[in-house]
């Protein structure tokens, strides 16, 4: 007859199940401690790459240290003084691009008006100019032709004056090459061609009538157009010298200076928008934060943006 487990069997087995059970709970737990733990690791990385982005690569190029830092601020200083006077002419630029603006919105219509009547008469003075021409060469061609000896006469007067040609070409003498060279068609032409082109002219003139006068208001227009040109002359001329002066105050070579000073715009990006296409190291960034009072007001000079806020 079989018998039940006795006490000695069953008393050992409780013993184990009460000591294991504690030590495997506390491993479950520690299992699900660490579980949510990583959950939670997860979500903050999610929360700081929304944040800020995949890492940009890092910079490249020199560093700046607290002694290169120094040399642009200074160049931006004696930038900044040459750059006072571009202020007043970017304002006059300005103000000439909004009254050309107005001059032309204003002369709409004054302006069809004349290029339409400009064009009808220089149709007719090309016209007129090509008649003269075409008449000319077929009476030329009818002399050459009447006479078999006129282009042996002709081959000789080319002959007599390719020498002084040769020679003044020899001396450098543009001049000089000018001059036979005006004397040999005359020769050959039977013509003086200076006189022949001022006839030309007159029979324009009295067939289609001289170019109309620009009006006073277009005249206003060119005016303002050669105004804006010359002031963007005058900007780019103070831009070059500022950087000269710049490069010349560092203390550096003008590569070296205009490297650097791009370098510290991006950086100054960096710092104001908290992000950038590449990174730098937290020493460098420190660095300039720690001369912004410095910075901020060579902005200009120094080719960044002014930013009503700024990072610390």
Do not use: W
């Amino acid at each position: 007859m079989k018998r039940g487990l006795g006490t000695r069997a069953v008393v050992p087995a409780l013993l184990a199940m009460l000591v294991v059970a504690p030590t495997a709970q506390a491993q479950f737990g520690g299992l699900i401690k660490r579980a949510v733990a990583g959950k939670a690791a997860d979500k903050a990385a999610e929360k700081v790459t929304d944040k800020v982005g995949p890492k940009a690569p890092r910079a490249g190029g020199e560093a700046f240290s607290a002694t290169t830092l120094q040399q642009v601020l200074a160049g931006a200083r004696a930038s900044n003084a040459v750059l006072a006077h571009r202020d007043q002419l970017v304002q006059q630029r300005t103000e000439a691009q909004e009254a050309l603006n107005t001059l032309t919105s204003q002369n709409g219509g004054t302006q069809r008006a004349y290029q339409e009547a400009n064009s009808k008469i220089l149709d007719c003075r090309q016209a007129s100019f090509n008649a003269s021409s075409s008449k000319r060469e077929a009476e030329m061609h009818a002399r050459m032709t009447a006479d078999p000896q006129n282009m042996a006469r002709m081959q000789m007067i080319a002959m007599k004056y390719s020498k002084t040609i040769a020679e003044a070409q020899q001396r450098g003498d543009t001049a000089g090459v000018m001059k036979a060279q005006l004397a040999m068609q005359n020769e050959i032409m039977g013509t003086n061609i200076f006189a022949a082109a001022k006839a030309d002219t007159a029979a324009a003139d009295a067939k289609c009538g001289k170019l109309p006068k620009k009006p006073a208001s277009l005249v206003a227009e060119d005016q303002k157009r050669a105004l804006l040109s010359a002031l963007d002359d005058s900007v780019r001329t103070i831009e070059a010298k500022a950087v000269t002066a710049g490069a010349s105050a560092s203390g550096m070579d003008q590569v070296r200076y205009l490297e650097l000073k791009e370098r510290l715009v991006t950086i100054l990006g960096v710092i104001d928008s908290g992000r950038g296409v590449v990174s730098y190291d937290d020493a460098e960034l420190d660095l300039v934060k720690q001369h912004r009072d410095e910075i901020d007001p060579l902005r200009r000079a120094i080719g960044a943006s002014t930013r009503a806020t700024r990072s610390r």
